[in-house]
């Protein structure tokens, strides 16, 4: 919404101030680039206040200067309009939206510090708290990078937790498919109960005995639902010590993992 109101829609020149084509050389300007870091500093200084990471930072500021998307291409947004560029171009926002998770800050949790999260932030200026961006100005000399930070490990841990727990109400939704263990409440809850599972031919509903064809046909059920949660990946290791993804591309501190 920030860049959308005060950078676009205000008018910035995007196409002057980055080059995108030659024009006036007292035009151009890193305007957005001193933008972007200044949010970084904020960012690193308040981790927990931000609801996107570094890689989102990076992301906007190359698409910018890329011109894959027309959504930072022209002077203004009556260029924009004029060229058709929603037409004939892709968004960024879009794309963004299709890879949240991505740019997810493993550390943001402004919902426990509300009082904080309503008070303007007081960044400290002095010389020694500005931090080079390294992963700006130094992103492809690989050599100074961790293959993976803290943060890339953060969320790694995150997105392994999302990932059970969506398997989690996958399976609660199939064990209740099944139809049993059903009552007058609903619940979230799986309410099947059962004797015996494995190599049994007997299952149990409270008091009442389910035919063998009942019981069968539960069993293979429950044979699916295991296969199921065979599908998820519960032991995610650290890609630290890995050089070369099994599909060769080389692994490095910015790439995705």
């Known amino acids: 919404a920030l860049i959308e109101k005060d ?27 001193q933008f972007i870091d200044a949010t970084y ?17 990076l ?22 309009c004029l060229f058709k560029l929603s037409e004939k171009t892709g968004s960024l926002w879009g794309d ?29 200026l002095h010389p020694q708290s500005i931090e080079l961006w390294r992963g700006m100005y130094f992103r492809f000399e690989s050599g100074i990078h961790a293959r993976e930070t803290g943060e890339d490990y953060l ?13 989690v109400k996958f399976l609660i939704k ?14 979230t809850e799986p309410k099947a109960n059962y004797d015996k599972l494995n190599g049994e031919e007997e299952s149990v509903l409270g008091d009442k005995e389910l035919s063998e064809v009942e019981v069968e046909k539960t069993k293979v059920m429950l044979e699916e639902i295991e296969a199921d949660m065979k599908t998820i990946a519960v032991e995610w290791r650290s890609s630290s010590k890995v050089e070369q993804c099994t599909c060769s591309i080389t692994f490095d501190a910015f790439n995705i993992k």
């Open 7 to 33: 950078w676009l829609a205000f008018g910035h020149k995007f196409t002057d101030r980055c080059g995108h084509i030659n024009g006036d050389p007292k035009e151009l300007a890193p305007i957005f680039t």
């Open 96 to 124: 963004i939206t299709k890879q949240l998770h991505q740019f997810i800050n493993p550390l943001y949790a402004c919902g426990s510090y509300k009082d904080e999260c309503n008070k303007v932030l007081e960044p400290k």
């Open 41 to 57: 500093q904020l960012y690193r200084q308040f981790p927990y206040m931000f609801q996107f990471n570094e890689y989102f930072l």
């Open 174 to 187: 199939r064990i209740n498919g099944l139809g049993i263990g059903k009552s007058e409440k609903n619940s």
């Open 155 to 167: 969320l790694n841990i995150h997105n392994h937790t999302a990932s059970l727990e969506d398997h």
């Open 59 to 80: 992301t906007l500021h190359d698409s910018v200067h890329s011109c894959e998307y027309g959504t930072f291409v022209g002077n203004s947004e009556k260029e924009r």
